[in-house]
């Protein structure tokens, strides 16, 4: 099977015209809309996709397993998580979160010392991720809230869901969705891309450590930038009342997406000492992702993945021929999931596709020394642990740079306040006018 | 059963061979001692094997390849217990594996983490392994070193020096001195030695490339006309290309003087097509693309494979460039995924099966993607994860921030 782009490439002058077009409609229509039309609408359009039997449901779900290679058992489940904290009640939550009040971007709000205004940029840019589907949809989201008009360069990768949504929010409400335009074009168009990121005023992007300072060059002040991140478990509980279900949460953070998120665990750290040793959690692991397996099967995987995952394989079992201290445990048919154990608790990111290591540690602290080169990419740790611990495990995992702390099995579905990258979301985009009255 | 199979062995073992290993029997008991020497002798399944490789290596019988296979795999078997314990893993023994397309293939991850060997090594072998970070090094156990030095020397001199010339060696290579556990600094050594008319130069040591020296090792060629055989690693000939470049250097070699390349680029310098390389090479020493050899060979296996170029231009063949393997190893091509033999001509890994290396494993599985072509293969790329998202492109990212 071969997954490709579904959307025909825009041309630069194309782009320049929806650019035209989108500052225009942007000055007309969005400056002075009240937000709680634009949540609303929002609002209106996620319903939909939260209706099994929407037209825009049945769509995405016919399209996106050929697009993405993902089961369409993973995209009916996925799918309602997504959209689920898109609904106008959590996005005036953010709001309130991260600007004091919606109203702030209606209208001067008081403050302290007179009063503010929250005012959004008149283009966003918004540069999807295609590792998943929906990734970067809650930019573009926010960029209407804060009534600036988008485009959307979606990924080569996944395209279709970008474009469906819109679609879908078009018939919502037309005015608004003239304010958001999804286009694409191969990566590295140079020309392209000076001619167009120039005209922005912010530009929202993922991608790898080259692809952001590529885009940096060309657009130097006005990036907001998300890059690769890797995530991981950690059992830090002593006595584990119900290992089965432990493991059974674990398994699902692992599944879920088929481990190719920025909040996918690629490594489960568990400190030895407890009830239950890493070899016996390894094995319970291994059971439960071939229940997981039955319920939410793994998608198509590239030929060069499952090669990665063989050689991962091969590795753990050489090692274990080498009389080494490594378990393997691989699911008999293909490259459904594998799980190794291993005593080397050097952090190693996974191949993805329900591939995971195990690795023991004596203690919490030696993270601190293992993950101190990985710093710069650390986003979430799935963790379990003793009420009364959690709090003080949760502040050093937060010092070593980890930006969210959550409960294994929670992993993948954040709620809409959590600051990916560390950093507010919405609040970013936006610029404050202040007043003082005479 | 065992006194019959004494008393065949005594009889194909030729009479020279119980001197070879520096063995002298005391020859007070010399008559007594016959008879248990043999017994030993005999008993040597090692020695056994590798005298029969050593002799199909001297004198190939194609039709007798995938029995001498079988047997290597079926002393590996016996003689390495994790190959042994590997193989019973498949499910595959020396009594249900009937091709050579069928042994149990290692990859090479497997000589990073055990040693691989079916009798006491005589030579330890390191590989490089930079370019993945701080991998560990694989070792090549040998337990003989004349198996190697026979196979390597015989392809060797089938490809590269067809003609038997007289020639001047100059190594772009570090010298055994400077890398002992280099094999291809060892194989570069036998090849002066076997085939070049004076001590072969050395141009790369532990302080770095010397192109001074080599640019007058050049120049002295021009002058005396004498052709000269320049052993280099494919990185190293491209920063002498740059270096000429920057300093308006062009040679003309003499007639004969050819060029064996090896080691890909390695991601230390610039990368370069095959294309290009091959016209650098006429462009700055005037050697034509025939008398341009490139060699694919690994650490973990005693045989190389070469571009038959040269070896065809002396058969007045025209076939395009591909490389071929001596006749004691040959090449499947398989599915990256599922590890069966693809179409003929379809892409995939490739797997080596060499009798040189029976003293270790024979049967290798690489990530090197290629296809099958004429009597050969073709090599697309050394790995096969230029497609992969997620962990390979997370591990660049991190390593080349490191």
Known sequence: ?438 | MKGTLVFLFICSIPQSSRFERGRNPSPIVDSLSVSFYGLRHVNDHKQLIENQVLDFIKEPRPDQFNSLALSVFAFQFEKNEAYRRFCTSRNKTPSNVNSWKTIPAVPTVAFKELDLCCGPPERIFLTSGTTEGKEKRGRHLLTNTDLYQASSMSHFGQCVVPDRPQLHFLNLIPSPQTQPYSSLALMAEWAAKNFGTTQARWFINSEGIHLDPFASALEEAERDNRPVCILGVTSALVVFFDWCSNNQKIFALPRGSRIMDTGGDKGKTRTISRKGFLQACWKYLKVPGYYCVNEYGMTEMCSQFYDHVLYNRFRKSNESRYKIGPAWARTLVVNAESLDEVRPGERGILRHVDLANCGSVSAIQTDDVGYATGDGFEIVGRSIGTEARGCSLMLDEFLSAQ
């Open chain 1, 1 to 438: 099977m071969t997954l490709g782009p579904i959307m025909e490439h825009t041309t630069e002058d194309e782009v320049a015209q929806i650019i035209d077009d989108l500052l225009a409609n942007q000055s007309q229509t969005q400056t002075n809309r009240p937000v709680t039309e634009i949540l609303r609408s929002i609002d209106q359009t996620v319903s939909r996709w939260l209706d099994p039997t929407s037209p825009e449901r049945q769509e995405a779900e016919r399209q996106l397993p050929l697009t993405t290679g993902m089961s369409v058992q993973m995209l009916r489940h996925v799918l309602p998580l997504i959209f689920s904290e898109y609904t106008g009640k959590k996005l005036e939550q953010l709001c309130a979160l991260e600007l004091g009040t919606k109203d702030a971007l209606d209208s001067f709000v008081p403050m302290t010392s007179g009063y503010k205004k929250a005012v959004g940029p008149s283009l966003i840019i918004n540069i999807l991720a295609g590792n998943i589907p929906g990734a970067g949809l809650d930019s573009v989201l926010y960029s209407l809230i804060v009534k600036s008009a988008t485009l959307v360069k979606a990924s080569s990768v996944e395209n279709i869901l970008p474009d469906i949504f819109i679609q879908s929010l078009r018939k919502v409400d037309p005015v608004l969705g003239s304010n958001v335009a999804v286009t694409t074009w191969p990566g590295g168009n140079q020309k392209l891309e000076e001619r167009t990121f120039g005209r922005a005023d912010l530009i929202v992007a993922s991608g790898s450590v080259q692809s952001l300072s590529a885009i940096r060059k060309i657009a130097a002040q006005k990036v907001i930038g998300y890059g690769h991140k890797v995530s991981f478990g950690l059992i830090a509980k002593k006595e584990i009342a119900q290992v089965e279900k432990l493991a059974r949460e674990t398994a699902y953070d692992i599944a879920l997406f088929d481990q190719k998120g920025c909040l996918s665990p690629q490594v489960i750290y568990i400190i030895e000492g407890g009830s239950v040793t890493s070899s016996a959690f390894t094995e319970c692991l291994a059971e439960r992702l071939q229940d997981w397996e039955s319920l939410l099967p793994r998608g198509t995987a590239p030929v060069a993945t499952n090669h990665q995952i063989r050689k991962a394989r091969e590795e753990a079992e050489w090692k274990m021929l080498a009389g080494k201290d490594v378990t393997l445990h691989a699911s008999g048919k293909g490259f459904d999931w594998t799980v190794i154990c291993d005593n080397d608790p050097t952090f190693v990111p996974s191949e993805t596709y329900r591939t995971i290591r195990v690795k023991p540690l004596n203690t919490l602290f030696q993270l601190r020394e293992i993950l101190a080169p990985w710093k710069p990419y650390l986003e979430c740790v799935g963790l379990a642990a003793r009420d009364e611990e959690y709090a003080a495990i949760a502040d050093f995992l937060g010092g070593i740079g980890v930006s969210r702390i959550c409960p294994l099995g929670k992993m993948q579905t954040p709620p809409i306040g959590w600051r990916h990258g560390g950093r507010p979301r919405l609040a970013d985009f936006v610029r404050w006018v202040g007043l003082e009255i005479q």
